[in-house]
């Protein structure tokens, strides 16, 4: 019988074997080591958070779609990096992505995403949220020491409830793009450019205006 999820902070000593050489070994490699940072098995997460308490490490959990990756998300990721010693990061898979956001989203595919995030600075972990998984499994596999969310995630009751069960706290981040994902999309569509891009010159035999 597997043991229950760990509490926030607390050790647990009985950690699968080979987990501690693992969380040694790769994880905290600079190099992204996508074959090792992408775990889909919730309970295997469960025990490499166990390994990492076991170290004395604070752990991160935060969840997004990163489609098309941008500088507000790596500035985001950078910022949730900061709580704790270990980030874990939650990426949207294409179902999930689509029944929220409509039949023509996410523009990249899961996998791609998946190995996009493995490249950001910081992130240790990454794992897929899908369509049928129960509401939280992530944060009850990981039980994290910090939950990191922007504003629009969480209502008062959640995270009071996600504070007496599942994590440490929750810290809320402000979104950090200057364009979102969905907009900058629509420029591409439109043939827009950028807020801060100066039109191009005319093509060839048009005349400007």
């Known amino acids: 019988m597997s043991s229950a999820p760990a509490t926030p902070g607390t050790f647990q000593p009985d950690v699968p074997?080979?987990?501690?050489?693992l969380v040694n070994s790769g994880l905290f490699a600079d190099a992204s080591n996508f074959e090792?940072?992408?775990?889909?098995?919730?309970?295997?997460?469960t025990a490499i958070v166990q390994a990492l308490r076991t170290l004395g490490l604070k752990v991160v959990l935060t969840s997004g779609s990163f489609d098309i990756i941008h500088e507000g998300h790596s500035m985001y990721l950078e910022a949730a990096r900061r709580f704790g010693d270990f980030?874990?990061?939650?990426?949207?898979?294409?179902?999930?992505i689509r029944d929220r956001k409509g039949p023509l989203r996410p523009a990249v595919p899961e996998m791609e995403r998946l190995r996009?995030?493995?490249?950001?600075r910081g992130v240790g972990l990454v794992t897929l949220k899908d369509l049928d998984h129960e509401r939280w499994g992530l944060i009850k596999a990981v039980r994290p020491d910090v939950l990191v969310a922007t504003a629009d995630t969480?209502?008062?009751?959640?995270i009071a409830e996600l504070e007496?069960?599942?994590c440490g706290r929750v810290e809320v981040l402000e979104r950090m793009a200057m364009v979102s994902t969905s907009a900058r999309l629509r420029r591409i569509?439109?043939?827009l450019p950028e807020p801060d891009e100066a039109p191009g010159p005319p093509p060839a035999g048009q005349a400007p205006g």
Do not use: N, W
């Open 17 to 21: 074997p080979g987990t501690l050489a």
């Open 36 to 45: 090792l940072r992408f775990v889909p098995d919730y309970q295997r997460i």
């Open 87 to 96: 980030l874990i990061v939650g990426l949207d898979s294409d179902a999930k």
């Open 116 to 120: 996009m995030v493995t490249h950001q």
């Open 154 to 158: 969480y209502g008062p009751g959640e």
């Open 164 to 166: 007496e069960h599942y």
């Open 189 to 191: 569509q439109l043939g």
